[in-house]
């Protein structure tokens, strides 16, 4: 196989944890995000497209220094111009950014923006984690009611099984705000404290920058104190602990089927009250089966609080990671609209013919025919068993005497009869016969 080869002499590859897509695999994305999309805009989502640099403090101050995504996952950069930009993570301090830059808080509000497209995170890449990844999400701005949280789960749901999934599994919890998440985190850190002999190294560390993290640790030892710990739920004020109720209500009475799980915190700073994750269960690396978490999200209603904002702008929201979706057996794929399967092969011989053959194409792209041909190939058997790999009802043979005419040969691949046709009448003619 040829390679590139760097100066160094090392192949020069994709870098790792990153992925090129080829024609089939683009289309198997492309079919997701144009179905999650439309299911998104039945329930009153607009798009939503930011870019994909953004300025590093928006994710160090929104999404938190003590993360795992700010201290250690982000690509960062400085420009010629001096300015400190990362490849986006995430996209829902973004999607904030974008709400405040542009004065949305004039607007009716809610707004409800869905987007995809790449995200970066510097992770260990392995099976369903890589650095490149892809995502679908929603985001419901400006409102603090908890139809908007169901919302934003019950589409999840929806999205997830019009793409084949069955027997998800819905996580959810409450972490409170900042009222009763100070009580809560103190409790927890008293806690853990006590017991820091017992506590991996890593946890050691998140008891000085993210205690919260303590709880969905996932070493054995770690996991196993969790079980005495101080339990979130039990620390909701009045206003979030009713919040939490109203969402659990209208799961129930959307017969979605959830799990609460008090150790459920999730990874980002800027979540407050409600948090979720979905998991399907999937066949790991040795065979087991396990759960991978293909949708995550929550309220987040400090974000904008956290990014200096003066005003209270209430969120909540959703991610769905596409690589992981598609990657799975269960995953029903959906045909992107623009691809269209051939339904003529055009064989072009001689130079003359190619000459004319875009007359050809153009005619028939007019009629909204779609074919497909080979541009290396000249000899017609080459040309004609490539169209019945292909399997194509009808091939348009070109030649030079055609070209010279201006007519094609269209021969029918199930009887092998032929007929010659003026090119101005072939797209009249195939649309009559098809
Ligand atoms: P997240 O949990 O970090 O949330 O990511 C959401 C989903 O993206 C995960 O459940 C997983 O399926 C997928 N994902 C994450 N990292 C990787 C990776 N390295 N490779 C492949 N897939 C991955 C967020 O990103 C929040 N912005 C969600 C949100 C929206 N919260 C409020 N609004």
Redesign the pocket.
């Known amino acids: 196989m040829p390679n590139i080869k760097s100066s160094k002499g090392e192949e020069l590859r994709a870098p790792k944890?990153m992925r090129d897509l080829i024609a089939e695999e683009v289309f198997l994305f492309q079919g997701f995000f144009e179905k999650a999309a439309e299911l998104a805009l039945y329930y009153g989502f607009k798009p939503i497209d930011t870019p994909i640099m953004e300025k590093e403090e928006l994710f160090a101050r929104g999404v938190g220094e003590g993360t795992d995504?700010v201290s250690k996952e982000m690509y960062s950069l400085k420009t010629k111009g001096g300015d400190h930009l990362v490849l986006r993570?995430?996209?829902?301090?973004g999607?904030m950014r974008a709400y405040v830059e542009h004065g949305m808080f004039a607007l009716p509000q809610p707004l409800m923006f869905y987007y995809s497209g790449p995200?970066f995170?510097h992770?260990n890449?392995q099976r369903?984690?890589?650095?490149q990844?892809?995502?679908f999400?929603?985001?419901i701005l400006g409102t603090k009611k908890s139809i908007a949280d169901a919302t934003?789960i019950n589409l999840t749901k929806i999205i997830l099984e019009e793409a084949g999934f069955t027997n998800l599994i819905f996580k959810i919890n409450s972490i409170g705000d900042s009222e009763c998440r100070g009580t809560f985190r103190r409790d927890l850190v008293n806690y853990y404290k006590k017991n820091l002999k017992g506590l991996c190294s890593d946890c050691k560390e998140r008891l000085k920058t993210n205690p919260l993290r303590l709880l969905d640790c996932k070493n054995p030892n770690c996991v196993e104190l969790k079980k005495d710990a101080p339990d979130s739920i039990g620390y909701l004020c009045g206003p979030c602990k009713a919040h939490f109720k109203e969402v659990l209500e209208y799961l129930d009475a959307l017969g979605i089927d959830y799990e609460v799980d008090n150790t459920l915190v999730?990874?980002?700073d800027?979540?407050t009250r409600t948090v979720f994750?979905?998991f399907a269960e999937s066949k790991s690396d040795d065979g087991t089966m396990t759960p991978?978490?293909?949708?995550?999200?929550?309220?987040?209603d400090n974000l904008a609080k956290a990014l200096g904002v003066k005003k209270d702008i209430p969120?909540?929201?959703?991610?769905?990671?596409?690589?992981?979706?598609i990657d799975l057996p269960e995953y029903v794929r959906h045909t992107p609209r623009i691809v269209k399967k051939p339904k003529v092969f055009f064989i072009q011989l001689s130079f003359d013919a190619k000459l004319k053959s875009f007359e050809v194409i153009e005619a028939l792209r007019h009629a909204k025919i779609p074919v497909q041909h080979s541009l290396s190939k000249d000899s017609l058997s080459a040309q004609l068993s490539l169209a019945e790999k292909i399997g194509v009802p009808y091939t348009i043979i070109l030649g030079q005497k055609e070209a010279l005419d201006g007519t094609v040969i269209v021969r029918n691949m199930d009887t092998r009869s032929q007929d010659t046709i003026k090119i101005a009448k072939l797209a009249e003619y195939l649309k009559k016969i098809k």
């Open positions: 944890g995504i993570p995430e996209g829902t301090a999607v995200f995170r992770e890449p369903g984690r890589y650095r990844l892809h995502q999400g929603l985001e934003v999730r990874g980002l800027y979540y994750e979905v991978l978490a293909l949708a995550g999200g929550g309220r987040y969120a909540v929201g959703v991610s769905l990671g596409v690589d992981r979706i």
